[in-house]
């Protein structure tokens, strides 16, 4: 059987259990050396095969699940965060379907979430924002229609900006055309690391700051009002309020 595992940010005790206990009981890993700590490897037992696929492509990735699939084996392709997001997870699934291999996915807490637990903020917040919108600056990979910084921006939602600190200065450009220039913004270096930082400053500021912290990967980008100071509080803890399992108070 293959796992595709979400290995979640870094801290190696945000996996789930699920995937922990495929981790422990896998015969072959394939993890994504540059992004997942190589800690969470202590979960699995002596002799397992472990690839690096920070050094392989495609096809190569391909063929090792392929070896541990006909050898019997159980194989886990471990990925950063949660799979679904940047993880390149389709045209690995594509290529087993093509090929009759089963395999299932094992959800992981993506780096975004992760980042706001560290700045302790709630994306959602009434009176504010109910959307949140995860994104990146196009690079090698363009962006695709609407889907530009500076088009995102004018919705003023909370955003999760991945991939793009080492732009940050057009990330501020493009994001200035929807955003004020004091909207709070926490860029968060390596969430849950034990090197983890955390700058927060504004749109006016945030670039400096970050180039003279010399942050130029493995990074969220946070933006939004989410994390200032005004909000109303929600309906659904309001004392009046009535719903299905409690009767508001007079
Ligand atoms: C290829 S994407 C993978 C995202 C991953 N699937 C997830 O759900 O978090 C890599 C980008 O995710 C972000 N990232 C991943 N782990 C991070 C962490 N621990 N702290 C901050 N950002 C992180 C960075 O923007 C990084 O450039």
New binding site residues.
């Given amino acids: 059987m293959v796992y595709f595992v979400?290995a979640g940010?870094?801290d190696m005790e945000l996996i789930t259990v699920k995937g922990m206990k495929v981790l422990q009981n896998a015969d072959v890993v394939i993890y994504?050396g540059s992004?997942v700590s190589g800690n969470i490897l202590a979960y699995c037992k002596e002799g397992v095969q472990v690839y690096n696929s920070a050094e392989m492509d495609l096809p190569e990735v391909i063929e090792a699940i392929q070896q541990g699939v006909d050898q019997g084996k159980s194989v886990v392709r471990l990925?950063?965060?949660?799979?679904?997001?940047?993880?390149?997870i389709r045209e690995q699934m594509d290529e087993l379907g093509k090929r009759g291999i089963e395999f299932e996915i094992i959800p992981?807490?993506?780096?975004?979430v992760?980042?706001a637990s560290r700045v302790k903020a709630e994306f959602t917040l009434p009176g504010v924002s109910q959307t949140i919108i995860i994104t990146?600056k196009e690079g090698r990979t363009g962006s695709s229609e609407g889907g530009k910084l500076s088009e995102l921006a004018k919705h003023r939602a909370s955003m999760a900006?991945?991939?793009?600190?080492q732009s940050i200065g057009q990330v501020v450009e493009e994001l200035l055309t929807g955003y004020d220039e004091d909207t709070p913004v926490a860029v968060?270096?390596?969430?849950?690391?034990p090197e983890?930082k955390i700058i927060r400053g504004t749109l006016k500021d945030i670039a400096e700051k970050v180039a003279e912290e010399k942050i130029d990967?493995?990074?969220?980008?946070l933006v939004g009002d989410f994390m200032g100071s005004e909000y109303e509080l929600s309906k659904l803890y309001d004392a009046s309020f009535s719903h299905m399992y409690r009767r508001g108070k007079e």
């Avoid at 990967?217 to 980008?221: D, E, G, K, N, T």
């Fill in positions: 979400g940010p870094g994504t992004l990925h950063t965060g949660d799979p679904s997001i940047y993880g390149a992981g807490v993506s780096s975004f992760a980042a990146r900006i991945f991939l793009s600190v968060v270096y390596k969430a849950t690391w983890e990967r493995h990074a969220q980008i």
